[in-house]
């Protein structure tokens, strides 16, 4: 059964304009709420930045039947499959890195098995799993950087979670929020990522912190053309990766960012759909929101929420461990490659998976038992609480208005989210200026009544291929890239191929193609 919401996206001109019977700039809503669909990943990765490659997927499998190391094996894609599997290829020397390790081992004379892994200590308590050996150098005798560390303590949070006691994730609540208390507590004057001293890089890209380390350029992927799907042209925009020594230069770089994005006028691209706006229109909304950003920075309480703090990017159960006889005791956090130092406003909405807020029903009534998700609720209490009490310039970032909040959020994504979304915020600043309190006009102007009009129309189409790709990706339970486990990849496959014929019967087959999340069945592998 197909929701109302998601059905014929036909006739959009016509309910764009029932939105715009009177001249209004309160913005498309969905449910009584304003639509921005964008703001929490179901699933997030964190690459390592570097330079995308073509490898042929072969010889992906080991004479013992387990998957090749250099292969990325745990899931599929439902778009772009192949692209992304081939990006994450690394090729090293798998026997010298396994020797290595023995090495490392006293009394180790081989190794049993292995496990792939996707993958501070000195000014913090927070425990991380020792570090062995490590290189940053691929033309070492693995032939590729690497860490070996030892075995994270304790059992993975995400596989006991379920069978804890109320209480016991309430306490284990509260150790995560006295761990992120001790990354918050460190004070930072640059924004940018952590390096030894002795890093090989341009001394005038590292600014000194403590003896032995430095502050250099940004680690994460938003500053590197590194991502599969979304490829760089620094013809506009030269690349903006800091360090960064006041937050100008940072929000400088938040727009060049959105620059890089735009393909030239001659590039061989992928089609976006016809909702997602022309390359001059996403140019024409970047220069406004650098203009924007250089009068909201001026603001005190936006620069009482920009204090550079360094903060775990992925803080989510399957990263965290804990004891095995208490698991309220954290014993270890994995997963560090994209930690870096940001405006906290930055983090505004980064809350554990576990203690993620999540709505009751619509059809739930105060009168009966509590709904599945309360317990969430009862550990996001705490998580909000402990912030207040403890993470200052955290919570700072957590009281800045959301539709700032959004505008540094989202200003240097509308290549990759599509116009309206960016020319609803600078709309929303727009008409809230003064009351938020902020000084001379604002740089964006209100639109006239015709430009209302066709923003409308672009947000609605929008906003219904979002409620599309939200209804897929629910009924398939993958990631909100398509992201599928391993073991549920043929099952998947299949039900897509349903769905997707499922809604050739109410949609025309170009229409579909347009909107629709993923790759089109047929493309799609099983092997």
């Not at 230069?249 to 393909?263: T, W």
């Not at 706006?277 to 909304?285: N, Q, S």
């Not at 402990?386 to 700032?404: C, H, N, Q, S, T």
Request: aromatic share 10%.
């Amino acid at each position: 059964m197909i929701p109302r919401a998601v059905q014929n996206f036909g006739n959009v001109s016509k309910r764009a304009r029932s939105l715009v019977s009177a001249r209004s700039f309160a913005g498309p809503t969905t449910n009584g709420q304003r639509f921005f669909p964008f703001s929490q990943s179901t699933y997030k990765r964190t690459n390592r930045p570097r330079q995308l490659q073509s490898v042929p997927l072969e010889g992906g499998i080991l004479s013992n039947g387990s998957s090749s190391p250099r292969i990325y094996s745990s899931g599929r894609w439902l778009r772009w499959d192949k692209l992304e599997r081939e990006s994450r290829y690394i090729e090293f020397n798998f026997d010298a890195l396994c020797k290595r390790a023995i090495e490392l081992c006293p009394g180790a004379v081989s190794i049993a098995s292995y496990e792939k892994k996707e993958g501070v200590q000195s000014n913090t308590r927070i425990p991380i799993p020792k570090i062995l050996e490590w290189s940053d150098n691929s033309k070492n005798t693995i032939g590729c950087e690497y860490i070996i560390m030892e075995h994270a303590k304790g059992a993975q949070l995400h596989q006991i979670w379920p069978a804890m006691s109320l209480k016991q994730q309430i306490a284990c609540t509260g150790a995560v929020v006295k761990t992120v208390k001790q990354m918050t507590a460190i004070d930072f004057h640059v924004y940018g990522s952590l390096y030894f001293d002795n890093v090989n890089i341009d001394s005038a890209l590292k600014h000194s912190f403590t003896p032995g380390y430095v502050i250099g350029p940004h680690c994460g992927t938003t500053y590197w053309d590194c991502q599969v799907r979304e490829p760089r042209y620094y013809t506009s925009a030269k690349p903006n990766r800091g360090p960064w020594f006041d937050l100008t230069a940072y929000c400088s770089a938040l727009i060049d960012i959105g620059v890089s994005r735009l393909p030239p006028v001659n590039a061989s691209v992928n089609q976006k759909p016809s909702y997602h706006g022309v390359v001059a229109e996403h140019i024409r909304l970047l220069n406004f929101s650098r203009d924007v950003a250089s009068k909201l920075i001026e603001d005190p309480q936006i620069q009482k929420a920009a204090a550079p703090i360094l903060l775990h990017q992925d803080l989510h159960k399957r990263n965290i461990y804990v004891s095995d006889q208490d698991p309220t005791i954290v014993t270890g956090i994995i997963d560090w490659q994209s930690c870096s130092i940001n405006p906290a406003f930055m983090h505004g909405n980064d809350v554990p998976d576990f203690a993620a807020y999540i709505p009751a029903p619509e059809d739930y009534l105060p009168s009966e038992d509590l709904p599945a998700g309360d317990n969430a609720n009862f550990c996001n209490q705490a998580f909000q609480a402990g912030v207040r009490l403890l993470m200052p310039k955290l919570y700072a970032a957590w009281e800045l208005d959301d539709d700032i909040a959004r505008f540094f959020e989202y200003c240097h994504r509308t290549y990759r989210d599509g116009a309206g979304i960016l020319r609803q915020i600078l709309i929303d600043l727009a008409n809230r200026w003064k009351e938020l309190g902020l000084a001379n006009p604002c740089p964006y102007p209100l639109p006239t009544s015709e430009e209302w009009l066709a923003h409308c129309e672009e947000y609605k189409a929008l906003e219904n291929a979002q409620e599309l790709k939200k209804f897929v990706t629910s009924r398939l339970n993958t990631a909100s890239d398509g992201w599928v486990p391993t073991d549920a990849w043929k099952e998947t496959i299949e039900d897509h191929k349903k769905l997707y014929d499922e809604f050739l019967q109410n949609m025309g087959e170009d229409d579909l193609r347009e909107v629709w999340p993923f790759d089109e069945p047929c493309s799609i592998s099983e092997v």
